[in-house]
């Protein structure tokens, strides 16, 4: 399986292509990165970054794999540096029908946009997750996506309200970081085509890593192109991105550097049964 990646990339700080190939890789999927922009690091602590935006470069690098007519079993876009970029997403989109379209709207979190969006990049996303098939938005991604306020927790019926709203376009909707009325924290789907509303709860940690969204999203979409139902996806991708932030908070590590990945990559190919998700 092949999956079209359309990311940034930093080369330090482990978040975004720098987990995204890893993850997809260790779960037997090949990636073809489409890099959306090249950053020295992160943005999150370093101050300033050197920064390439590679906007010229998407929609070219599409038409010439539909000429060399390579085929994916998925597109998946995260990270995007300009509204331009949206156009070279939905070229992708667009020209590879019978793949599965997934979009993480990266676009803030903490109530918070990123120092990098825009309005008109933020309407414009909301213009690629209506084409998308499975969209994977934090709490407050799904907020600015819904046109709410950003909220200190959701109730059940919120919860299902919300990620209703989300799918009235999308198949598939996810929204992580929710903290529920109930006091868990947890990620939440609904997968429309098949229903069920399911939530996976975990245990919240009180450091901010970069790159977890990636992570989880990653794994989510490896999870569904290998035949996972959406609550075991959700499941798995919870597991595997709060393995890897365990095990960074349990040695300490600078947390601008990321999780450890290389240390729990190995527990994606361990056949572990999970059994943890439940209906919402």
């Not at 331009?84 to 939905?90: F, K, N, S, V």
């Not at 903290?179 to 975990?202: F, T």
């Not at 798995?236 to 393995?243: K, Y």
């Amino acid at each position: 399986m092949k999956v079209a990646a359309i990311h940034d990339l930093s080369g330090f700080g482990r978040c975004s292509l720098a987990v995204i190939i890893p993850t997809l890789s260790s779960m037997g999927i090949q990636v073809c990165p489409v890099p959306t922009a090249v950053f020295s690091t992160h943005t999150g602590g370093f101050g300033e970054v050197v920064f390439k935006d590679l906007t010229d470069y998407i929609i070219p690098c599409y038409k010439r794999y539909k000429e060399l007519k390579i085929e994916f079993d998925a597109v998946y876009s995260g990270f995007l540096a300009s509204s331009a970029q949206i156009d070279g997403c939905l070229e992708f989109f667009g020209g590879y029908k019978n793949a599965l379209k997934v979009a993480d709207p990266v676009m803030g979190d903490h109530g918070k946009l990123y120092r990098t969006y825009t309005k008109e990049l933020c309407a414009r996303m909301s213009e690629l997750v209506r084409v998308a098939d499975v969209i994977t938005p934090n709490l407050t991604e799904a907020a600015i996506l819904l046109g709410e306020d950003f909220p200190v927790s959701l109730n059940h019926n919120a919860a299902k309200s919300w990620l209703a709203r989300l799918c009235e376009h999308a198949g598939t909707a996810v929204i992580t970081g929710v903290p529920m009325a109930d006091g868990r924290m947890c990620n939440i789907g609904l997968d429309r085509d098949n229903g069920g509303y399911w939530r996976v709860n975990y245990e919240y940690i009180p450091v901010k890593y970069p790159g977890t969204g990636d992570i989880f999203a990653s794994a989510l979409t490896g999870g569904l192109l290998s035949g996972d139902s959406l609550p075991l996806a959700i499941n798995r991708a919870t597991a595997f991105t709060q393995i890897a932030v365990k095990t960074a908070y349990g040695y300490g590590s600078e947390p601008r550097d990321g999780v450890m990945l290389e240390s729990a990559l190995p527990w994606l190919n361990s056949g572990a049964t999970l059994s943890e998700y439940e209906k919402l």
